[in-house]
């Protein structure tokens, strides 16, 4: 499976973004669906994930309530909806897949994606 994310970009705080995951390939080991993002000096962090059955998705409690996973397997794209962004989300966004269907607890470990996408950069300042 092959990842190109994109939508990365400059906003200013409060604002929002909608990053965008196409994948392409063997989309069909495209079971489960996460997003993470690395800030400069820190490590990487689950941001949100989706596991195949779509009524099951799990969030950072430092996103919860702004940010929205969602897919679209008609179009093999999965989505990241970031509103009312701050500084401290300034990271670079990589979108994840795997074949697997981790439990709740491991949506957001990074050990869990087999493929990943080289990564957009999401930069919020005024």
């Known amino acids: 499976v092959q990842l190109q994310a994109s939508g990365g970009g400059w906003v200013q705080p409060g604002g929002s973004l909608r990053l965008s995951c196409a994948a392409s390939?063997?989309?069909?080991?495209?079971?489960?669906v996460a997003w993470f993002r690395q800030a400069p000096g820190k490590e990487r962090e689950g941001v949100a994930g989706?596991?195949?059955?779509?009524?099951?998705?799990a969030y950072a409690d430092s996103v919860k309530g702004r940010f929205t996973i969602s897919r679209d397997n008609a179009k093999n794209t999965i989505y990241l909806q970031m509103n009312a962004l701050t500084p401290e989300d300034t990271a670079v966004y990589y979108c994840a897949t795997t074949s697997r269907n981790p439990v709740y607890s491991a949506i957001l470990q990074p050990y869990m994606y087999q493929y990943w996408g080289q990564g957009t950069l999401v930069t919020v300042s005024s």
């Open positions: 390939g063997a989309t069909s080991n495209a079971i489960s």
């Open positions: 989706m596991r195949q059955t779509h009524t099951r998705t």
